[in-house]
Structures are given as C-alpha cells and as structure tokens.
C-alpha cells in the first residue's frame, strides 16, 4: 500500500507506524471519535486542547503535544507531553470529552515509545529468587 503513497504520506505513515502500538481487546470494546484528528496532529505536530475527565470523575482542560496511540486489551490511551507537568502522560482517549486541534505547531521531543516505556518495565521487572535466610 505504501508504494502508492506520496513522499509526503509515505514519512507520515512511516511516523504513524512507530507510534502506534496495539494488543488485544478481549470484550471490551470502546472507542473515540477523535481518532482520526489526534493521529493527524501526531503527524502534523499540532498541539491538542482537551476536556478530560479522569477516572476519578475529575473534569480538566489542558493543552497537549501528541506523541503516540498505544492500545491496550481495554483501552485506547493516547501518550502526549502534557505541557502543565512538564512530562509525559497517557490519557484514555475514551476520556476526552472535548478535542480540538490547534494552529500551532510544537518542536517533537527526542523520544521514542521504546524509550517512554522503560521505566514502566523497570518497575515491573521481577526480582530476582533469593533466599530469605
């Protein structure tokens, strides 16, 4: 399918296929509507404003640098440098109340999925059997 795509498509593909990560959803379907517009403004480099409301029936509004969709067996999660924090976040992109893709244009970080899920693996590491005598 590449082979047929401009140079221009070809490199935003190329991107979009580094930054998207999928597992499997055993019955637990959900989806957003907004899918489209944030692999859009992960190619394009614009910034996003949402409304989020977070698991803990928190409401807030914040300004976002999409960087990846990642997929896991329940949800779509969208990974964004949250410019508030300085760092970067997932949001569940079934949690976005409101999207909207903004004029400007952000300077991509030099980070890549491998890199953002490091310290999750860290964590999860097992320890090593010891021998507790």
């Known amino acids: 399918m590449k082979s047929v795509l401009q140079s221009s498509q070809k ?3 190329d991107l979009l296929t580094q930054r998207i990560q999928f597992r499997v959803n055993a019955d637990n379907d959900k989806s957003s509507n907004y899918l489209m517009a944030i692999q859009t403004a ?4 614009k910034l996003l404003k949402i409304v989020y409301q977070s698991l803990e029936n928190k409401r807030s509004e914040c300004t976002i640098e999409p960087f990846a969709i990642y ?3 329940e949800n779509w999660l969208l990974i964004a440098f949250y410019r508030l924090r300085n760092n ?3 949001f569940r992109i079934d949690a976005i109340q409101k999207l909207t893709v903004q004029n400007e244009i952000f300077e991509p970080h030099n980070m890549t999925l491998e890199k953002y899920f490091e310290p999750c693996r860290e964590k999860n590491v097992d320890t ?6």
Do not use: H, V, Y
């Open 11 to 13: 490199e935003k593909t």
């Open 128 to 133: 090593p059997d010891t021998p507790l005598t």
């Open 42 to 45: 992960i190619t394009d480099f």
């Open 71 to 73: 997929s896991t067996q």
């Open 88 to 90: 970067f976040r997932a």
